[in-house]
């Protein structure tokens, strides 16, 4: 019998397995999307094959540290064997099924991986999340997704409790800590006594295979579905072309594990590359640990939000000696040019950024080998074919400025995620004529390249003109003072809706004679950009409204401003 996704060779009158080669040309459209697929099997078991035969080099598949002292370090085949006992543990004590929702919230540790991979082998959905959520966000997640079993650490464990009767579907609830608690399961116990031997569930390309919620940067969370191939396949040119991952690399992505980003860069794309994924398990965000981390391993490969960078570049980052980094890269949020130049001056590389969704992955991207143009997200990642269109869903040409969309006629591509689950109206509110509009605005140039705008429901309209607020606040972060800004609209009298802008300003800077600043600051946007966008009304706050992802919430700021009114 045929194993799952493996390809008839006829040359060799056998059943191989797919490559990379296989993934890259299935992704290029030059290859059809094979009936059967699974990432534990076709990918992960793979590799563990190279390992043996010495053609991938001795470079673990996961390497996890936490600042302590403590070390895991784990090739593919041991990722192999401890992912399948994991995988008996979901089916037999946790009495879990092919096709079962599972929510997975859980920190930065290795069991994290070992169970999403486990999941992939049983073919049981998986849903992770940040064990950042409150009470209320998991309430709402274990209900929205019906899921029968949760996974969780000590930390949210509490929460869960709290709210667990609320939650008919809810049958089983699995900690992962070396300590007991009554009324949950114990994962450390359960997988001492589990067996290695496991058969990986033979899952159709299209199947599902996991629920990611969106940030909700802009109202409630989303879930997204995507199936076996849409992601575990999907994620192929990514890793190869974006993240410029080889199986000597060792990349550290700095995602939280509840978010697509995780996904993307923690687990499918770095392990269809055959990559290290290197984990630090920091209980918070600090840079000097940041620092030190990336002087004393050996990490090639570096992934990190914009917020990250912009705190790093304050820091005098020539006194580090990085020991081997050579690519970096950032995504999630738009990447102002300034900070672009600061990373390439302080450290002397470059900083490719992404774009991307939850819904869909990675659609732009600034690839090795192309030039980057600063502020620009780069061009459109393959299979998709990302246009600008207008309200009506016609395309329009380069330099005008209109919403980012992603052709879906005549095929869907196959690394789209397959629905809001439970939301048909959103789902079909996503699609414009041939289109799936990402609800994101932007400009592309006539070299192809990408240059973002805002979220379509930031874009302020003033006295006529359309003002997208990431040019200005990345004026603004050109100016000494400003260590961070988000620019919303503000009513006005006169011109019903003006540009506003909340600063928080840098310690030096937090005396200043406010007016003065406030002057200052208008007069360095109208000389680095058109002068119609510079921020009539200016306010200094001590920190911005952000999501767990550290996104800008600036719908909450633009609301209180209407509010005030
Ligand atoms: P929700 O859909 O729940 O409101 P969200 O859109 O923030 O939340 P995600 O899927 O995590 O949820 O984020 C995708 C969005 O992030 C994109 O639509 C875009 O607005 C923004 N984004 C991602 N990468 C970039 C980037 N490089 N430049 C600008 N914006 C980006
Ligand atoms: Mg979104």
């Given amino acids: 019998t045929k194993p799952p996704g493996r390809h008839f060779h006829k040359d060799r009158q056998l059943w191989m397995p797919l490559t990379l080669a296989d993934f890259e040309a299935i992704n290029r459209c030059n290859r059809p999307l094979p009936k059967n697929f699974n990432f534990a099997a076709d990918v992960l078991d793979q590799w563990a094959q190279k390992e043996k035969t010495g053609e991938r080099p001795a470079n673990p598949a996961l390497w996890w540290v936490n600042g302590k002292g403590d070390e895991v370090k784990w090739s593919f085949r041991e ?24 929510a997975v919230i859980l920190p930065r540790i290795p069991e994290w991986w070992l169970v999403n991979v486990a999941c992939i082998r049983t073919g049981i ?49 699995l900690l992962v800590s070396p300590q007991s608690r009554t009324g949950w399961l114990s994962f450390q116990e359960l997988f001492q006594s589990a067996s290695e031997e496991h058969s990986c569930v033979e899952t159709g390309s299209q199947e599902p295979m996991t629920i990611y919620f969106t ?26 072309y974006w993240l410029d991952l080889k199986s000597s690399d060792i990349i550290w992505n700095m995602s ?26 920091m209980a918070q965000f600090d840079t000097d640990i940041f620092l030190d981390t990336l002087t004393t391993y050996p ?12 705190m790093l570049v304050r820091k005098d980052l020539k006194r580090y000696k990085f020991k081997s980094l050579r690519h970096c890269l950032t995504g999630g949020e738009p990447l102002n040019p300034e900070v672009l130049e600061q990373w390439r001056t302080q450290t002397g590389l470059e900083l490719y950024e992404g774009y991307g969704q939850t819904e869909v992955g990675i659609i732009c991207a600034n690839q090795k080998g192309q030039e980057i143009k600063p502020g620009s997200m780069g061009k459109g990642m393959l299979p998709y074919d990302v246009q600008i269109i207008d309200e009506n869903g016609n395309v329009l040409p380069p330099g005008k400025e209109g919403e980012i969309a992603l052709r879906l006629k005549s095929t869907r591509p196959f690394c789209f995620f397959s ?35 805002g979220r379509a429901d ?47 300003l840098a310690a030096p800077f937090k005396s200043y004679n406010p007016e003065k600043l406030t002057l200052e600051l208008q007069d360095h946007v109208k000389k ?38």
């Fill in 528 to 565: 680095s950009t058109a002068p119609y966008k510079y921020p009539r009304k200016v306010e200094f706050v001590e920190e911005l409204p952000k999501t767990i992802t550290g996104k800008i919430k600036r719908n909450v700021l633009r609301d209180q401003e209407w509010r005030r009114r």
């Fill in 256 to 281: 939280d594990t509840g978010w697509v980003k995780a996904a993307i860069g923690s687990v499918f794309s770095s392990w269809l590359c055959g990559a290290c994924v290197f984990v630090h398990q």
């Fill in 299 to 310: 990490i090639t490969t570096l992934c990190s939000p914009p917020t990250v960078y912009r």
């Fill in 215 to 240: 940030s909700g940067t802009t109202g409630s969370p989303k879930m997204a579905q995507h199936s076996q191939s849409s992601l575990g396949i999907g994620l192929t040119l990514c890793g190869r």
């Fill in 419 to 453: 629905e809001y689950v439970d939301n048909p109206q959103k789902t079909a509110a996503t699609i414009r004529g041939d289109f799936y509009v990402t609800g994101d605005r932007g400009v592309m140039d006539s070299d192809g390249y990408f240059w973002f705008v």
């Fill in 79 to 102: 990722l192999g064997s401890l992912s399948r006992k994991a995988a008996n543990v979901l089916t037999k004590p946790c009495g879990l099924q092919r096709g079962d929702h599972v």
């Fill in 458 to 504: 930031d874009v302020i309209i003033s006295s006529g003109y359309r003002i997208g607020p990431f040019e200005v606040e990345s004026a603004l972060i050109e100016h000494p003072a400003v260590v961070e800004s988000a620019v919303v609209s503000s009513p006005d009298q006169i011109r019903r809706e003006v540009v506003k802008a909340f600063v928080v």
């Fill in 125 to 173: 959905v998986f849903i992770p999340g940040t064990i950042q959520l409150t009470a209320k966000d998991i309430l709402y997640r274990l209900r929205a997704s019906k899921a029968k079993c949760i996974v969780a650490s000590e930390e949210v464990a509490p929460a869960v409790e709290s709210i667990a009767l609320e939650c008919p579907d809810l049958k089983t609830k």
